[in-house]
């Protein structure tokens, strides 16, 4: 569906974006970079190894928390890789990518690829649209007025009206939100990838049960679980908030115009390569949106180019620090939840 959305706008003759993307691949910057991939892949390969020898070398001792907080991270980078390859970035074949990509999400983090991706480009196509885009739904937060005051229940409203405060210690539960999602979407798939989605999902709680049982006590195992997901969630949500969170949604004209849609709706992180690495290139959400099948280790290079042409025809480009980021999408939630009659 991004695919698609992107290739009618890349196509419409005479328009900004195409002006745009013209630039782009003549910098060569939506060529693959099989090299970077492939040192990607296998650094968060050796990751997961280390937390793995670390986890049977340590035993039961409470010292395993640790060891979970550090999976949890690695996890996270393995979803990274996962959402890459659903935009195409790694390898241009569909086959390819898909199998990257269920590799990565249901065997390694029990993620299901496809659920996953299907969201994911709806929210490409329609960032920030209320009833379009997923990620701004109405649920355990907020994001509109509208939202708000559809609240019927007092312990709804209530939580909306302080929901700001809520936000962090909601994200520790976004892990287990994505678990429940998939297994809900994967219970009606009867196609042959849903049934190996299934399969490899599967696969991958039994491990990690086993191994926990194995080598844990009963508590042990289970703090090791919950700190395990927490942190897993919350660097998940981290990741992904600062992009759209209290950016305002697409006026009427901007949202039938690809590069205004995309550009208006986001917001950039600067920083620099810690911060590429911590957000998985996330950080660059605004060229990530305009081009997702733009390799990660390309949207750096994009920016300056896509920067200077938004200023050049008076497109807002946004980019902040990542603490601002989260204080402008928490001061949004708060203003959303301050307008709830309690």
């Known amino acids: 569906m991004v695919e698609q959305t992107f290739a009618r706008a890349s196509t419409a003759k005479g328009s900004e974006f195409a002006e745009l993307l013209r630039k782009v691949r003549e910098a060569g910057l939506l060529e693959r970079r099989p090299g970077y991939y492939s040192a990607k892949i296998a650094i968060t390969t050796a990751l997961l190894a280390a937390a793995a020898a670390v986890f049977v070398v340590l035993g039961d001792t409470w010292w395993q928390l640790a060891t979970a ?4 991270v690695v996890f996270a980078q393995i979803g990274f890789v996962g959402h890459d390859a659903g935009h195409r ?5 569909g086959r390819a990518s898909d199998a990257l990509g269920i590799l990565h999400a249901n065997a390694l983090i029990g993620l299901s690829y496809g ?18 885009d997923p990620d701004v739904g109405a649920g355990a937060l907020v994001f509109t007025a509208g939202q708000a005051s559809a609240r019927q229940r007092r312990l709804g409203r209530l939580a909306a ?41 599967v696969l991958h709680i039994a491990a990690y049960v086993t191994a926990l049982a194995l080598l844990l006590s009963a508590g042990r195992a289970l703090a090791f679980a919950a700190v395990n997901q927490a ?11 600062p992009n759209h969170k209290g950016m305002p949604g697409p006026a009427d004209e901007d949202a039938a115009d690809f590069l205004r849609r995309q ?8 920083g620099g390569p810690v911060t590429d690495w911590i957000l998985g290139g996330l950080n660059y959400q605004i060229e990530h949106h305009l081009f997702p099948s733009m390799p990660r280790a390309n949207l750096k290079r994009a920016q300056p180019l896509v920067r200077a042409y938004c200023a050049e025809r008076g497109i807002a480009y946004r980019e902040c620090s990542a603490l601002d980021s989260y204080r402008q999408a928490l001061r949004h939630l708060g203003s959303v939840g301050a307008a709830v009659e309690l």
Do not use: M
């Open 89 to 93: 970035q790694i390898v241009r074949r």
């Open 231 to 241: 942190v897993f969630g919350l660097y998940l949500g981290c990741a992904f908030a």
């Open 69 to 72: 907080a550090f999976l949890a």
């Open 161 to 201: 009206r302080y929901q700001a405060w809520f936000f962090f210690p909601l994200l520790t539960l976004e892990a287990l939100n994505l678990h429940a999602g998939s297994i809900r979407a994967l219970l009606h798939r009867r196609d042959r990838v849903g049934l190996l989605e299934i399969g490899l999902l």
């Open 115 to 132: 659920w996953w991706v299907d969201k994911h480009n709806r929210h490409h196509a329609h960032p920030n649209e209320v009833g379009r």
């Open 263 to 270: 550009v208006l709706s986001s917001r950039n992180v600067h």
